[in-house]
């Protein structure tokens, strides 16, 4: 595989492992998804 | 050499772009994906089955405290998934309402409305407890229209039974489950 793609695996893997092992992440965009989908509808 | 370097550039601007966008799909598909097993819904995501907490059975219970309930959890035994949802208590029985039905966007966003008409059978959780019940799609009867919309309306600023008359919001009763229905609406 080329540099780049390496770079887009690590982004990935990075971005899964964070999600799932670092407290608060997950709630943190959860409220931010609410929000917007709160001022969507309304 | 100057069209190499400017190509070149424009691949890195375009990756740059690519990862920036990549980071918060990923981000958000690591928690769909994460929620989708878990027992009972997040504050965004469905869930899946609720097997936490006691089955309650026997007698109804008195439905009033229901007025200070923001959400329950709601489980569709068909498919097996969860959910947050709306509920309002009128006349001793209970009530699920789900808006923006007569829109392309709420009908790909909310799928269990179809698939509760289809097998109604469902399990709700409220305050750690679980209770087995049937949903029941409510279409006509204007005093139970009226009813459950002014607690709707009261708990969440709801429009009004006019909204569910014309299937912008779709209103399922909460039965029993021994109340021997199975889906469908009335």
Same mark, same amino acid.
């Given at each position: 595989?080329?540099?780049?793609?390496?770079?887009?695996?690590?982004?990935?893997?990075?971005?899964?492992?964070?999600?799932?092992?670092?407290?608060?992440?997950?709630?943190?965009?959860?409220?931010?998804?609410?929000?917007?989908?709160?001022?969507?509808?309304? | 050499?100057?069209?190499?370097h400017?190509?070149?550039?424009?691949?890195?601007?375009?990756?740059?772009?690519?990862?920036?966008?990549?980071?918060?799909?990923?981000?958000?598909?690591?928690?769909?994906?994460?929620?989708?097993?878990?027992?009972?819904?997040?504050?965004?995501?469905?869930?899946?089955?609720?097997?936490?907490?006691?089955?309650?059975?026997?007698?109804?219970?008195?439905?009033?405290?229901?007025?200070?309930?923001?959400?329950?959890?709601? =489980?569709?035994?068909?498919?097996?998934?969860?959910?947050?949802?709306?509920?309002?208590?009128?006349?001793?029985?209970?009530?699920?309402?789900?808006?923006?039905?007569?829109s392309?966007?709420?009908?790909?966003?909310?799928?269990?409305?179809?698939q509760?008409?289809?097998?109604?059978?469902?399990?709700?959780?409220? =305050?750690?407890?679980?209770?087995?019940?049937?949903?029941?799609?409510?279409?006509?009867?204007?005093e139970?229209?009226?009813?459950?919309?002014?607690?709707l309306?009261?708990?969440?600023?709801?429009?009004?039974?006019?909204?569910?008359?014309?299937?912008?919001?779709?209103?399922?009763?909460?039965?029993?489950?021994?109340?021997?229905?199975?889906?469908?609406?009335?």
């Amino acid at each position: 595989m080329t540099r780049s793609y390496w770079v887009i695996l690590g982004i990935v893997v990075g971005v899964v492992l964070t999600v799932l092992l670092v407290p608060g992440i997950g709630a943190y965009i959860e409220g931010k998804l609410l929000g917007w989908a709160v001022g969507w509808a309304s | 050499m100057n069209d190499r370097h400017t190509s070149t550039l424009f691949r890195r601007v375009l990756m740059v772009v690519g990862v920036l966008i990549l980071i918060p799909l990923v981000a958000i598909g690591t928690l769909a994906i994460a929620s989708g097993g878990a027992d009972g819904p997040s504050a965004f995501f469905g869930g899946g089955p609720l097997v936490a907490g006691e089955l309650v059975t026997g007698p109804e219970p008195d439905w009033s405290f229901l007025g200070d309930i923001g959400t329950i959890e709601l =489980q569709l035994l068909d498919p097996p998934r969860s959910r947050r949802i709306w509920i309002a208590d009128y006349d001793g029985k209970i009530y699920v309402v789900s808006a923006y039905m007569d829109s392309a966007i709420g009908l790909l966003w909310k799928r269990w409305p179809a698939q509760a008409e289809r097998d109604g059978r469902a399990v709700m959780r409220i =305050q750690g407890k679980r209770y087995e019940r049937t949903l029941m799609r409510i279409t006509s009867g204007a005093e139970v229209l009226e009813g459950v919309s002014a607690e709707l309306g009261r708990k969440y600023g709801f429009d009004g039974p006019a909204s569910i008359e014309s299937g912008h919001a779709w209103l399922f009763e909460v039965a029993p489950r021994s109340s021997g229905t199975a889906g469908g609406s009335r």
